[in-house]
């Protein structure tokens, strides 16, 4: 008999990951608050579950892939009981510092063994099974994720073995990311502002050392005004706060990761939330008095 694995959350990154695990021999069944994003997942010989509870029931692993520490706390408060004394939960949404601390109390009151698993890579690597896993728990239970990470990822780095140990690497690396990003959207807008093609400040750094594809991706799509969903901007707020208070936590100075969260922010009330972080470009409107004072 396969190895199962029940996926809870089939949003961009779930369904990808789900159909990666099926792919790699798993026996996956499914869940999703809106049953009708997990369904054509059932193309793929994935089973879709009615209610979290049945999707947990018989499986060796359970991995979680929510919006927030909130969602995941809500989900499984009704699947931990469900599952398996000799189960694992291989927690992969991105929840923030205090919100692992709170997720993997709840998993040790039910004896549930928990893995601290975020991943780096949007949408197309989590369809393409080349996510990058940072991974935080005891050693002894290394051996037994670490197929299902190989289905999902291309390589995973086990961070440490304190609870929280994966989550940490994973605020530093998205506040690497959520700050490409931002400046991205800042110099491409301040080009187009002072009258100049906004593609020259990607020629300009195209091939030096300043330059990077993720600018160059994430550039192009701001200066089309196209912004498809491989992070959104929802998503990318909540992580924005989450980097803030693990800054904050660790006790160093957070204004610019606010200010950027405050841009975020600023974004979505503008109607932005389900589009591309990209779209973060849309906030620095506002400065036409500037530039008529020029
Ligand atoms: P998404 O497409 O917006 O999916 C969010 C998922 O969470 C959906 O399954 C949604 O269910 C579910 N959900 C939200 N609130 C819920 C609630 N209160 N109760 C139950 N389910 C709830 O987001 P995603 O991009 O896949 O991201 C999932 C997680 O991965 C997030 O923590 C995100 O930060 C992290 N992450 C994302 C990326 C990325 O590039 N996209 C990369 C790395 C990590 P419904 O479909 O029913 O709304």
Redesign the pocket.
């Known amino acids: 008999m396969s190895t199962s694995v029940a996926v809870?959350?089939?949003?961009?990154?779930?369904?990808g990951m789900a159909k990666n695990l099926v792919r790699a021999g798993f026996d996956v069944t499914a869940w999703?608050?809106?049953r009708e994003?997990a369904e054509p997942l059932a193309e793929a010989g994935i089973k879709i579950a009615s209610d979290a509870k049945d999707a947990v029931a018989e499986a060796d692993f359970v991995l979680t892939?929510?919006?927030?520490a909130?969602?995941v706390e809500?989900?499984m408060g009704q699947a931990l009981p469900a599952m398996r004394e000799d189960a694992v939960w291989i927690q992969?949404?991105?929840?923030g510092l205090p919100g692992v601390a709170r997720l993997a109390e709840r998993a040790g009151y039910e004896g549930i063994a928990f893995v601290d698993a975020?991943?780096?890579?949007?949408?197309q690597p989590?369809e393409e099974g080349t996510?990058l896993v940072l991974a935080g728990c005891p050693s002894d239970l290394r051996e037994r994720v670490q197929p299902v990470f190989d289905a999902i990822g291309s390589k995973t780095v086990w961070v440490g073995e304190l609870l929280g140990d994966g989550h940490k690497l994973?605020l530093v690396a998205?506040s690497w990311v959520l700050s490409i990003v931002g400046a991205t959207a800042q110099a491409v807008d301040l080009t187009k502002r002072l009258g100049l093609d906004p593609t020259l400040f990607l020629e300009t750094i195209s091939g030096g050392a300043t330059d990077c594809a993720y600018a160059q991706l994430k550039g192009k799509a701001m200066i089309a005004g196209e912004f498809p969903?491989?992070?959104?901007l929802?998503?990318a707020a909540?992580?924005a706060q989450l980097i803030v208070e693990a800054m904050d936590y660790a006790g160093t100075r957070s204004a610019f990761m606010q200010s950027l969260a405050a841009q975020f922010q600023d974004a979505i009330e503008a109607g932005h939330g389900?589009e591309d972080m990209a779209s973060v470009i849309t906030a620095f409107d506002g400065g036409d008095q500037d530039r008529a004072s020029l």
């Open positions: 809870l959350g089939t949003g961009i990154m779930g369904s999703n608050r809106h994003k892939m929510l919006f927030d909130d969602a809500d989900v992969s949404s991105t929840v975020p991943v780096l890579g949007t949408r989590a996510l994973k998205n969903p491989a992070f959104p929802s998503g909540k992580d389900s």
